[in-house]
């Protein structure tokens, strides 16, 4: 558990960030609060020659709410998304989601940005940002683009940020009506064994509108728009339930690992489903 | 002495003796970060160990080039089987009578296996250098699996090759190590064949790991001007690591002094000898320098020892009336790739021949195959005496099995089946003396505590609301009942590379009546500090504040076989109270000399002598020692210091009843503790607080073990559980609240009549938690599934018996 050696760089400026990734190239990395990246370079499965702390660049910081749009500094921390009054009220699935994410002393370093950034299916965010139909705003050399949390995932740590962007902030609409994060893991710390993020809008007895997205079953983060329609117009029932645990199960791809086979992980994500559903509808 | 004033109470009440709830001593420096580890010692030039490991767990090595690491700058020097040979320190001798490689000799046979170390001026460096190290394998064949290992023609011990017979007997094939045997197979046979009811199941207890928090490690510093090694290391037992490395190293037993610092938890893990200490000092040796090992997490889950890993496959007889009559089991126990278990040495399987439980079995037959397969190796008693926690689970897993084809409540079979109280001393079948017990009275009281058939009748409506579909929620009520064997042990029957396990003590008392007590056991978090000055309190009448109690430093303390197995309490308990009873009775000499009575005309009275009938005249023991040292005594030597070794006459013998209540959730495997009794009886009780302390880390860890722990492998051998990701450690979040409670039976022969409590709580933790999980499937036809009762096993339990619709 002894790293290689390194450069340590602490920029305090976006620019000079991406001026550290221009130098260096292949041989630099990012690093947000450091929780996914350090343990890889501890067990020499990530080696990075010059790693570049993010922490001192202030303006990557912040959570700004203006009007129905919330925004996100990538260097905000899961701590920070828990504490804030303004986004609890705004967004509340974010809250409920980063409750559930390793422990306390994780989530006091641990950043939105570096959770949705890194690509590991295994973490909590990027299923969550899909469901909420985020935006992810990207800066490199030739200027800032912005993609969708529906189209930034490629493979299991391979993402549409290219190796010279840096992940910068985070937007997303507020959300009105029900909500859930639903999430079974063997203890606390743990990836999800199965998790679930859905937001539903009732009209009158029915559901109007819906958005699912799984996490940890499948080499990316899984919005199963499948699922969602087959929620829109029903009244949540068990048999728009079973429907859309059924267009779930088509979209998710689990594989076997220590927390059990893939029949098992396709059971419980229908039941994780199930129970996520059940709670946003109850909250509409 | 009748004289029952507060004025008595209060001198009882300051010595913080026996029963007294005293804060651990320890605690102070532990909770404000100021222990002193291992991994805390620092010398000057101290130079850094680190392995090359290997990423197989079945190839030969083809070659080892280390000229990159060598030239990397920092690295001092990289050895290797070819750098050892030369001292003979390539293979050492196990504690179980094999060997081991120190370093890969010619091939390797676990992953995780020692191939060759690196000396490095710093840690890093060491690391940097690991990787450059280049080795070429030629993969083998991999056996993971002990059946398949007896059956194939792929030969792990090549170094075997030709012996028929091991340290234990005769070996049958290349990858057998041992048949161990007792009791009477005939007539167990004989009864088995004849039996109104049989039960038989095999039950599978799975390889898990102590993972002590601190992982293990050591300083080896070799002075060549004195001629003196000093070795601080993370070690249950420090002399016998003294004796191991005098025999190996050829330096003489007086120039080697072995310290155990403060050590983060062993639970057997400690008890061996590894490569990384044989590398350390042989590096020291060579350079001149300190050099230090520490392993990390990976390391210590991959590499050092395991437990467990036994298949057990029982069968169980009894009347119709459930009256057992008999007991047969045979264990296939894996041993991995040497056979490196600590068990006191005739005994292969430890002490699993306990295996007939709490229970008057007329008959019984136990017989143990060990197997070399492609795995660490190890086979410790973690947290447990030696191969006890399986003989417990074994038992009360069979108890389950039996109540099951006797469609009978198992408390009530338990009941009728009970050693009685008028039994004890009571000789089992397969040959032990159990030396006190009352069993009845336990499992009474515990049932009671719990409302025992209420909760019956919850679950029984339980078991309706889910077949009406009302919930997926099924409850299980955990029942167990166990006898430990702790203490070991008498020296003719008990040693451990031949050295008997006695264990000892040595008290000085100051001038000024405070004192200092050495004991050849060591702490590793069950706070001797703390409670063996209790013992000495009582003994002596120094308040226990003014005891300092001492381990570890071979140096000073008098030698002991160390503190694994619940042994310190029975043994070195033992000898600290009869040590100070040696105190006592010079003190009595010198009280009569100064009161000028005759010695019989004085009587001891909590913290003083006085004069029978005249309480008012009288010398406190703090009178009594400065005497000791300031007086002329005619016919009696000055000083006031005792020693003594104590060789127990039989094992002392702990039990308890534990129930616990648990909702199981069929369709995600999850499940919640909902209640946890438990009831020990450890005889006369030193230190209640302690004890509560110690329940509850034995319970967190059966809870662990049963849960989700485990150490698991790949066909190819691969380790799958190599960090605390997968290798389930219970946080606060998990852990169950516990409940305690306790009867007290005090051992016949143990001087304060103290049995050990330590390891209790796992023996009788983990049937009482996979008994449970088994009781919530019973209504719906489960007989065995084996541990860990993890979310996904469980899920396939429910799977198994149609649950899911």
């Known amino acids: 558990m002894i790293p290689a050696a390194f450069d340590y760089h602490r920029p305090d400026s976006l620019q000079d960030a991406l001026g550290l990734l221009q130098t260096h190239g292949e041989d630099a990395r990012v690093m947000a609060g450091g929780h996914s990246l350090i343990p890889m370079m501890k067990l020499r499965m990530a080696e990075v020659p010059h790693l570049i702390d993010l922490q001192a660049i202030t303006g990557l910081r912040g959570i700004t709410i203006d009007g129905a749009t919330l925004r996100l500094g990538a260097m905000v921390t899961q701590h920070e998304i828990i504490e804030h009054a303004g986004l609890s009220c705004a967004a509340p699935i974010l809250r409920e989601a980063a409750l559930q994410i390793a422990d306390p002393q994780v989530r006091y370093m641990g950043t939105i940005g570096g959770n949705v950034a890194n690509g590991d299916p295994g973490n909590d965010m990027p299923g969550l940002m899909q469901c909420l139909g985020a935006e992810f705003t990207l800066v490199g050399p030739d200027g800032t683009r912005s993609v969708a949390a529906r189209a930034f995932y490629e493979a299991a740590y391979m993402t549409a940020r290219t190796d010279d962007e840096i992940l910068t902030a985070i937007s997303f609409p507020a959300t009105t009506g029900g909500y859930a994060y639903e999430k079974q893991k063997r203890k606390i710390g743990d990836y999800a064994t199965a998790a679930a993020a859905v937001l539903l809008t009732r009209k009158g007895g029915t559901c109007a509108s819906a958005s699912i997205a799984m996490t940890n079953l499948s080499d990316v983060p899984v919005w199963s728009e499948a699922a969602a329609q087959a929620l829109v117009g029903t009244a949540c029932d068990d048999t728009a339930i079973k429907a859309a645990m059924a267009a779930m199960d088509a979209d998710i791809d689990p594989g076997e690992d220590n927390r059990g086979p893939v029949a098992f992980k396709r059971h419980v994500a229908g039941v994780i489903l199930s129970r996520a559903i059940s709670r946003a509808w109850s909250r509409t | 002495m009748n004289d029952l004033s507060p004025e008595r109470d209060n001198r009882i009440a300051n010595l913080k003796g026996l029963g007294c709830s005293r804060k651990r001593v320890e605690d102070v420096r532990f909770t404000q970060g100021k222990g002193n580890y291992v991994d805390d010692i620092k010398m000057a030039g101290m130079l850094h160990g680190d392995f090359v490991r290997s990423p197989y767990a079945h190839a030969r090595v083809v070659s080892i080039n280390t000229d990159a690491a060598m030239a990397l700058d920092g690295v001092i020097a990289v050895l290797t089987a070819k750098d050892l040979e030369p001292l003979g320190l390539h293979w050492m001798p196990t504690l179980a009578g094999d060997k081991q490689m120190v370093l890969a000799d010619g091939k390797v046979l676990f992953q995780g296996q020692e191939v060759a170390y690196v000396v490095a001026r710093d840690r890093y460096v ?171 997490r990976m390391e210590n889950l991959m590499a050092t020892a395991f437990a467990r890993d036994y298949w057990m496959k029982g069968r169980i007889s009894a009347t119709k009336e459930g009256k057992i009559t008999g007991l047969h089991c045979h264990v296939t126990a894996d041993h991995g790739a040497f056979d490196a278990c600590a068990d006191p040495t005739k005994f292969p399987a430890g002490f699993f021949h306990i295996c007939t439980g709490s229970y008057d079995i007329p008959v019984a037959y136990v017989g143990v195959d060990g197997v070399y397969t492609n795995k660490a190796p190890g086979g410790v008693a973690y947290r447990c005496s030696f191969r006890v926690t399986e003989a417990a689970y074994f038992i009360e897993r069979m108890i389950e099995r039996l109540a099951q084809e006797l469609n009978m409540d198992s408390a009530e079979l338990r009941r009728i089946n009970f050693i009685r109280k008028d039994q004890f001393p009571y000789h089992s079948a397969l040959g032990w003396e159990y030396d006190s017990g009352d069993y009845h009275t336990a499992w009474d009281k515990a049932l009671a505590a719990v409302g025992y058939d209420t909760l019956r009748a919850e679950q029984a409506e339980r078991v309706e609301a889910f077949r009406r579909g009302e919930t997926r929620k099924l409850m299980g009520i955990g029942l167990s009942f166990f006898t430990e064997i702790v203490g070991a042990g008498p020296v003719k029957n008990c040693d451990i590379l031949g050295m008997g396990m006695f264990d000892s003590c040595e008290i000085r008392i100051h001038p000024t009546g405070s004192a200092i007590a050495r004991l050849g056991t060591i702490s590793q978090g069950q706070g001797h500090a703390t409670t063996f000055a209790q013992i000495l309190a009582s003994e002596i009448g120094i308040p226990a504040d003014s005891i300092t109690i001492e381990e570890g430093d071979t140096d000073t303390a008098p030698y002991g076989l160390g503190t694994y197995g619940s042994r310190s309490t029975p043994v070195a308990g033992a000898a600290t109270a009869l040590a100070g009873r040696k105190i006592r ?221």
């Open chain 2, 126 to 296: 060491a690391a940097d250098a690991v990787e450059l190290v280049e080795v070429e394998y030629e993969e083998l064949p991999v056996l993971v699996d002990p059946f398949m290992a007896l059956e194939s023609d792929t030969v792990l011990r090549e170094d075997l090759a030709g012996q028929t017979s091991g340290a234990h007997g005769e070996r049958r094939h290349p990858n057998h190590i041992f048949l161990w045997e007792e009791g009477d197979k005939a007539a167990t046979e004989a009864v088995l064949a004849e039996a109104e009811v049989v039960a038989e199941e095999m039950i599978y207890y799975h390889r898990t790991h102590p993972c002590p928090l601190e992982t293990c490690g050591c300083v080896a510093s070799m002075d060549k001007v004195n001629g003196k090694l000093t070795l601080y290391g993370t070690f249950q037992a420090p002399h016998v690591v003294r004796t191991v490395a005098s025999l190996l190293s050829g330096i003489e037993e007086h120039n080697i002094r072995v310290v155990s610092p403060d050590i983060g938890g062993g639970f057997g893990n400690k008890v061996g000898v590894y490569p990384g200490y044989v590398c350390s000092i042989v590096a020291s040796i060579v350079t001149g320098k300190p050099v230090k090992w520490v392993e990390d």
């Open chain 2, 585 to 805: 009775a010079k003190a009595q000499m010198i009280a009569a000399y100064l009161l000028e009575v005759h010695d019989n005309d004085v009587e001891f009275d909590v913290d003083r002598f006085v004069i029978k009938g005249a309480p008012e005249r009288f010398k406190t023991m703090k009178e009594i020692a400065y005497a000791a040292y300031n007086q002329a005594i005619p016919g009696l030597e000055p000083g006031l210091e005792a020693v003594s070794y104590y060789d127990p006459p039989n094992m002392t013998y702990p039990f308890g009843a534990y129930i616990c209540m648990m909702d199981v959730d069929v369709d995600t495997g999850e499940t919640e503790v909902r209640q946890v009794y438990a009831l020990d009886d450890c005889g006369t009780r030193i230190n209640p607080m302690v004890i509560e302390g110690q329940v509850h880390g034995g319970l967190t860890e059966a809870f662990a073990i049963v849960m989700g722990q485990e150490i698991a492998y790949d066909e190819m051998g691969n380790c799958k559980t190599g960090t605390l990701m997968d290798f389930f450690l219970p946080t606060a979040v998990e852990t169950p609240h516990y409940t305690t409670d306790f009867t007290e039976t005090p051992s016949p022969h143990h001087p304060i009549g103290a049995k050990g409590v330590g390891e209790s709580p796992n023996v009788g933790g983990v049937p009482m938690f996979s008994n449970a999980v088994h009781d919530a499937f019973r209504a719906f036809g489960l007989k065995q599934s084996h541990m860990p009762h993890d979310h996904w096993r469980i899920w396939r339990i429910a799977e198994g018996l149609g649950l899911h619709g």
